[in-house]
T-cell receptor, first 118, second 114 residues
Framework: GAVVSQHPSWVICKSGTSVKIECRSL??????MFWYRQFPKQSLMLMAT?????????EQGVEKDKFLINHASLTLSTLTVTSAHPEDSSFYIC??????????????FGPGTRLLVL | AQTVTQSQPEMSVQEAETVTLSCTYD???????LFWYKQPPSRQMILVIR??????QNATENRFSVNFQKAAKSFSLKISDSQLGDAAMYFC???????????FGTGTRLQVFP
């Protein structure tokens, strides 16, 4: 149980294009999902908190117009990197908090998406 | 603000031996959660173990156990009978009762030698 998927697992795009990454909770509902960015050999950096049906809350220093987050349902959140540039190349990870239940305080993570912007 | 510190960037252990990974945290809160996550080369974050601060009993999951010292704000992870598949980055994380956010440490890379 508590499986989170991400799609795509890796993507290569040209500078200036937009890329959408999907995060789905497969066997549970999640009112809250999180988006992280991870640079090589570093820890996870929280970018934003996504709540179903409302606007995402971005961490300080994260450009909300560049990293668009939509949480349209209790099982799906999307991150769109708009006008991507090489410096946006990174590993993006989502996580989800189960709605209710004994594990509702535990974040479950997706497998990550590797983005390379040429 | 809460912080999480993992002072061991790298650790190594021989197969079948025991290793302990350190984690300390700083908080003024009395109620919170602590977690250990494992990130193998696949980079999939996997929950290893979870501890509620109000519980005095140390959490255990098979070969993994913690030594939770609330007064010392210490939360170490002990891996017994280490296996090659335990090789990974291990992240300690803190979560307040008042927020959903996780605060991660910088991680410890564990190598397991046959």
């Amino acid at each position: 149980g508590a499986v989170v998927s991400q799609h795509p697992s890796w993507v290569i795009c040209k500078s200036g294009t937009s890329v959408k990454i999907e995060c789905r909770s497969l066997d549970f509902q999640a009112t809250t999902m999180f988006w992280y960015r991870q640079f090589p050999k570093q820890s996870l950096m929280l970018m934003a908190t996504s709540n179903e049906g409302s606007k995402a809350t971005y961490e300080q220093g994260v450009e909300k117009d560049k990293f668009l987050i939509n949480h349209a349902s209790l099982t799906l959140s999307t991150l769109t990197v708009t006008s991507a540039h090489p410096e946006d190349s990174s590993f993006y990870i989502c996580s989800a908090l189960p709605l209710g239940g004994v594990t509702q305080e535990t974040q479950y993570f997706g497998p990550g998406t590797r983005l390379l912007v040429l | 603000a809460q912080t999480v510190t993992q002072s061991q960037p790298e650790m190594s252990v021989q197969e079948a031996e025991t290793v302990t990974l350190s984690c300390t945290y700083d908080t003024s809160e009395s109620d919170y959660y602590l977690f250990w996550y494992k990130q193998p080369p696949s980079r999939q974050m996997i929950l290893v173990i979870r501890q509620e601060a109000y519980k005095q009993q140390n959490a255990t999951e098979n070969r993994f156990s913690v030594n939770f010292q609330k007064a010392a704000k210490s939360f170490s992870l002990k891996i017994s009978d280490s296996q090659l598949g335990d090789a990974a980055m291990y992240f300690c994380a803190y979560r307040s009762y008042n927020t959903d956010k996780l605060i991660f440490g910088t991680g410890t890379r564990l190598q397991v030698f046959p």
